[in-house]
Structure formats: C-alpha cells, structure tokens
T-cell receptor, first 113, second 114 residues
C-alpha cells in the first residue's frame, strides 16, 4: 500500500519567515495530495490540495509543489504569522487506494512572534 | 452547509468494556470514512463506505472493531472489547463521491481506555 513520509517533525520559525514542509510517497499511481492543518484538540482542516496533472498551486501565502518523477511534494508558507502555529499533515490518495487518504506523521510548526 | 457531526465528543471506559461512536456526514455525501488518530500521529483509515457498502476495511481490527452504515447516511463504529491501545481520537470524514477527493472531517471522539 501507499506510504507517506513527512519531514521535519518539528519546525520553528520567526514571524515573517517562510516555512517549508516536505513529503514523499511510494505509490506512483497516487494522484491527489492534500495538506491539512490541525490545531490542538480540533479537526483536521483542508488548507490546500494538488492533483497530479498540476506542478504547483498557490493560495495567498500558501503554495504546494509536486514532483511526480521524484514522488515528493512540499508545502510552502510565506510571511508566517503566529496563527499559522499548528500541526500540518500531508496525505496522498488515488491509485490503488481510491479515495483513501494515507497521511504523513505530521509537522509541528511553531511561529514565534 | 452543516458539517460532519460526531458524538460523543469524549468517552472514558475501562479495558474490556464496549463503546460506540456515531457519525452523521454532510448531507448528500455518499462516501464516509472512519479514521483513528493516535496522539502524535497522522490519522489512519479504519474503514471506508460508499453509500451503505464497504469499500476498504483492510486496516480495521475485525476481531474487536465493527462499523455499519445501514441506510447509507449516518454510521456507527463499535469497539468490543476495548484495549488500552485503542485510546485515540476517532475521526469521521465524508466526501461527495468516490470521484471527489476532498474529505471533510468531523470534530472527532476522544476515547480514553483505562
């Protein structure tokens, strides 16, 4: 089945800096890659996603890039703010596990004011 | 649009007891998922329903876990008997169909087994 590795496990930045979180996946047939933000005690919330026919997608301060050949994708947050502090999860879906999301281990992002 | 509803929000039981969780997906969403999220880890899929049929239950510990979605709308997940390692947050999610990848999560049920 699909396996998703996520790095780093923790990331600490100063307000205004950029943050980058990277994920690799194993199933070359996967074709959907969402990113979720989870604040303490709350539900995961979809913040951005990308499909395999697109290399990059941006939404204000958030962007995701996908390299299908290398089987990795990354989340980029620019001009970070304290309210960006949360746990971020990448996931992969499609291929042999249609609809099922396989999540990475999560990255604890802390933005210091 | 109302979101995914789950109850109860918290549950504490002793090992070997049984427990049940309930989920009501977003109206019209045909696909429903149950995930287990152990503290410090990403969610792990337990079971996926398409309407009232099971699509994937490969990671469901069937000796103690069961789930049903009888009328293709709400769903229940049961654990019997519970073990200490079942302590986790149980998240329900739904999507509009198998062809739509976007999944919307409920608030989860935090289970503590003592």
């Amino acid at each position: 089945g699909e396996n998703v590795e996520q790095h780093p496990s923790t990331l600490s930045v100063q307000e205004g800096d950029s943050a980058v979180i990277k994920c690799t996946y194993s199933d070359s047939a996967s074709n959907y890659f969402p990113w979720y933000k989870q604040e303490l005690g709350k539900r995961p919330q979809l913040i951005i996603d990308i499909r395999s026919n697109v290399g990059e997608k941006k939404d204000q301060r958030i962007a995701v890039t996908l390299n299908k050949t290398a089987k990795h994708f990354s989340l980029h947050i620019t001009e970070t703010q304290p309210e960006d502090s949360a746990v971020y999860f990448c996931a992969a879906s499609g291929g042999t596990s249609y609809g099922k999301l396989t999540f990475g281990q999560g990255t604890i992002l802390t933005v210091h004011p | 649009e109302a979101g995914v509803a789950q109850s109860p929000r918290y549950k504490i039981i002793e090992k070997r007891q049984s427990v049940a969780f309930w989920c009501n997906p977003i109206s019209g969403h045909a696909t429903l998922y149950w995930y287990q999220q152990i503290l410090g880890q990403g969610p792990k899929l337990l079971i996926q329903f398409q309407n009232n049929g099971v699509v994937d239950d490969s990671q469901l510990p069937k000796d103690r876990f069961s789930a049903e979605r009888l009328k293709g709308v709400d769903s229940t997940l049961k654990i019997q008997p519970a073990k200490l390692e079942d302590s986790a947050v149980y998240l329900c999610a739904s999507s509009s169909s198998s062809g739509s990848y976007e999944q919307y999560f409920g608030p989860g049920t935090r289970l503590t087994v003592t």
